[in-house]
């Protein structure tokens, strides 16, 4: 286990190294002068010499292979630039951002375990009858439509209509974040249900659930401490790898409810062009995904010992 651990943060290296030199050189090789973009946001405007002398302290006038290495070096001391709009530290603004995004990632993936796992289930057990077909349809529903459509039918119900839930922010409590986690629970709710389906049926067909049922071994037994069970390592998969998703994949989500997280914090960055801040996102949420994807791969591994890097399932 520990040598598979090792190996594993070994292969994170490159990676992580990959995303940074990336990112870089994306902020980099666009069409906009960056000290163009920071005489925009300040509103200012400075003379050609003025923004040389600038260049000069920013060391934009220097090779861009040069650049990152300063860049890096920075990045690894803990000093990842300055916002051009606010002027304030980036990675001190991520920070202060990034609890409201796992709170409402928290409860999205609560909300989407208990629909999707019970009606994945129950759909299973009810193959083909008209509880599967409902179940099924609704799913189907679901993974169809867009957060952002979701969003709308939500708040035009919930909030316009009913007048039940605040439109957007997060200073009203735990009622501000039952819409944005309602939008992105039906959905992901919606596309587990049937992973859980498939996972499920796949084990009831097994010769061992045939062995117990002709032991006579009841079939609620049977389910809840054998297929379900063996069924926890899709799901636990699955359920981990949305995690880094939700962290990553909630801009739109963010900036409909105006959910003061890190996605709204990046939608906003894109459209003021305050390139540290994208950076920082980028790179940070990259960071939390492969350390989500690290752990998902540990603990499946440490659920199942058959499962070994490079070889087949036992």
Known sequence: MKKYTGKRLL????????????SFLLMNTGTADVIDVMESNSGGVMSEEEKDVLRAELGLDKPLVQQYAVWLGKVLRGDMGKSFVSGQPVFTTFLSRLPATIYL?????????????????LS????????????????????SLP??????????????KLNLLPVMGN??????????????????????TRQVRAT?????????????????????????FSVLRASMLTIVTLLALSIGSLLGGTAIV????????????????????????????VIWMAIIYVCVNL????????????????????
């Open 200 to 224: 499920v049926l796949e084990e009831l067909n097994k010769d061992y659930v045939q062995g117990a049922r002709a032991r006579g071994i009841k079939e609620k037994r049977i389910l809840y």
């Open 171 to 192: 200073t009203a409590g735990w009622k501000s974040v039952i819409l944005p986690t309602l939008t992105l629970a039906l959905s992901m709710a919606s596309r587990y």
């Open 254 to 281: 963010e900036s409909i409810f105006m959910w003061d997280g890190v996605g709204k914090m990046a939608v906003d960055a894109i459209t003021m062009r305050d390139y540290p801040m994208i950076q920082v996102y």
């Open 124 to 143: 299973a057990v009810k193959q083909n009858r008209l509880t599967d077909y409902i179940i099924r349809f609704f799913s189907f529903i679901g993974n």
């Open 295 to 314: 752990f998902t791969d540990i603990l499946y591994h440490y659920l199942d010992p058959r499962i070994r890097l490079g070889q087949e399932d036992a």
């Open 105 to 121: 990632t928290i409860t999205s993936i609560l909300l989407t375990v208990f629909l999707s796992v019970p009606l994945g289930i």
């Open 147 to 160: 957060n952002f459509f979701v969003s709308l039918l939500l708040i035009y119900f919930f909030s316009l």
């Open 11 to 22: 292969q994170l290296i490159p990676i992580l190294f990959g995303i940074t030199l990336l």
